[in-house]
């Protein structure tokens, strides 16, 4: 069992920047790729970006590439989605997500094991 906890969200403005936090507890942290996924009101869950169980490779999604970043810090048990550059469309609820599978965290059919509880993002206009 993997229980995810993020933490960073809040209201900035347009052109602002965030930075996402999820600390990872359970079973070994360093063997699960990782990823972010977000939801605005009135919409599907989306995919944003991921990160293999051994971090260097990062995969994005279209609306975010260039102004996110991925990372993980395998000795705190905490990965992390640094945004820049924010823009009234970011503003969802960010959830991140474990998988044995990479392809469970990655794109838009991913079905991670384990979810974090989410955390809110608003960017002003």
């Known amino acids: 069992q993997v229980q995810l906890v993020e933490s960073g969200g809040g209201l900035v403005q347009a052109g602002g920047s965030l930075r996402l936090s999820c600390a990872a507890s359970g079973r070994t942290f360093s063997s699960y790729a990782m990823g972010w996924f977000r939801q605005a009101p009135g919409k599907e869950r989306e995919f944003v970006a991921a990160?293999?169980?051994?971090?260097?490779?990062?995969y994005y999604a279209d609306s975010v590439k260039g102004r996110f970043t991925i990372s993980r810090d395998n000795t705190k048990n905490t990965v992390y989605l640094q945004m820049n550059s924010l823009k009234p469309g970011d503003t969802a609820v960010y959830y991140c997500?474990?998988?044995?599978?990479?392809?469970?965290?990655?794109?838009?059919?991913?079905?991670?094991?384990?979810w974090g509880q989410g955390t809110q993002v608003t960017v002003s206009p």
């Open positions: 997500a474990a998988d044995y599978n990479l392809a469970q965290v990655k794109g838009s059919n991913a079905h991670p094991d384990y």
């Open positions: 990160i293999r169980w051994r971090g260097g490779s990062t």
